[in-house]
């Protein structure tokens, strides 16, 4: 039997999240609270509510589940202890990880799939520095059984660079991003700072589903599709070679449709414009139709550069592994969310459609490797 390490675990934010301990001290006035609503729990963040009640983030499910110390479940009551959803302390999460044959999680937030929380990009750092303070303190108890990535806010390039940093000596392994920040793609020049930093601090970049643009619900996932063609059009991984990015939580169904495209954008059988026209038309941008790398998908796939999640229950999974080959895909669990498949890494297993050898790729040997944890 292999180990298992999930690649993309959560955790749920309570009030110790923005401790004095751990937020800035000019920012304790301006702290989010949790407010009581009129069927669940809301963080209030400089007087607007999550999950909102419509609109941008009306639809967001990351509500908190406690208010003080008292538990506080919404329409649908979540099966895991306070504690697992939380991680007052580890043990209950363990528990459940050994339970669902887990070794070892890498945790994602919660509150923070909402971005930016907060318009004040000064706040909205000092917000993700707190996080990162926290989840330090969370997962430090747990014997290297509960590993965390930072978050950063990219609508402040060189503060989050710095974050970047700064989070590496903390004990990152690995920094979130979404794929779309308000309207513009992750691989904008302005980004290029966080990029630089993330490749030098050898930090790999879990591109995760979010609310992040005004698309709202539809912008959940198709703002990781977004991404995903703007960093690899733009010549983002030829710039920063040595960069490792994940596109978390959609699926795996996507990802031949959207190689395809960008084949088909690379093709120059395809391309009808003149070989001495200009290249700084709109045309050329990587979000219309252009395609500046210098390499396609798969090659960057199988120099490392690129990894993607997957449900155990993907009915396209095999077919990814064929085409794609299997060092590319990583195992989560979704733990704790609502809408996650109980016992997944068990359920992956009993699949009679993939080898051996492949399976424990993607549980162990794949999550390993992408966030560097073989020292």
């Known amino acids: 039997m292999y180990r298992v390490i999930d690649a993309d675990g959560h955790i749920f934010e309570w009030q110790d999240t923005f401790a004095d301990r751990y937020l800035d001290e000019e920012y304790h006035h301006r702290r989010p609270v949790i407010v009581e609503g009129p069927q669940q729990l809301h963080w209030l963040v400089d007087n607007v509510i999550y999950p909102g009640l ?21 329409l649908v009551p979540k099966p895991e202890s306070l504690d697992c959803l939380e991680i007052r302390t580890p043990v209950d999460r363990l528990a459940l990880q050994s339970a669902e044959g887990i070794d070892a999680s890498v945790l994602y937030p919660t509150l923070f799939l909402m971005r930016p929380l907060s318009v004040d990009t000064r706040f909205e750092a000092a917000l993700c520095r707190s996080y990162n303070n926290w989840m330090r303190d969370v997962c430090a108890p747990s014997n290297g059984q509960l590993l965390w990535v930072a978050v950063v806010d990219l609508n402040n390039p060189l503060e989050a660079a710095e974050e970047v940093r700064r989070a590496k000596q903390l004990g990152a392994v690995g920094v979130m991003a979404p794929g779309m920040v308000g309207v513009e793609g992750i691989a904008s020049p302005r980004f290029e700072p966080f990029w630089a930093a993330a490749q030098e601090e050898n930090l790999a970049v879990g591109v995760h589903v979010a609310y992040c643009t005004p698309l709202d619900t539809f912008g959940f996932v198709f703002s990781l599709l977004m991404g995903f063609e703007h960093v690899l059009a733009s010549g983002l991984l030829d710039k920063f070679p040595r960069l490792r990015l994940a596109f978390l939580e959609a699926s795996c169904n996507w990802v031949p449709f959207m190689i395809e495209r960008l084949d088909e954008k690379n093709n120059p059988e395809r391309r009808r414009f003149a070989p001495t026209r200009p290249l700084d038309t709109v045309l050329d941008r990587p979000e219309v139709g ?6 396609s998908a798969k090659e960057y796939i199988d120099r490392g550069n690129l990894y993607f999640g997957f449900e155990v229950e993907d009915p396209l999974l095999a077919y990814c592994i064929d085409h794609f080959g299997d060092e590319c895909w990583l195992f989560a669990s979704d733990i704790p969310h609502g809408d996650r498949l109980a016992k997944s890494a068990l359920i992956l297993q009993d699949r009679v459609d993939l080898t051996e050898d492949a399976k424990r790729k993607l549980v162990y040997d794949n999550v390993v490797r992408f966030y560097d944890l073989r020292s």
């Open 290 to 295: 252009g395609y500046s790398a210098e390499l």
């Open 54 to 74: 419509y609109g941008k983030g009306g639809a967001f499910q990351g509500s908190p589940v406690s208010r003080g110390d008292v538990r506080r479940d919404s």
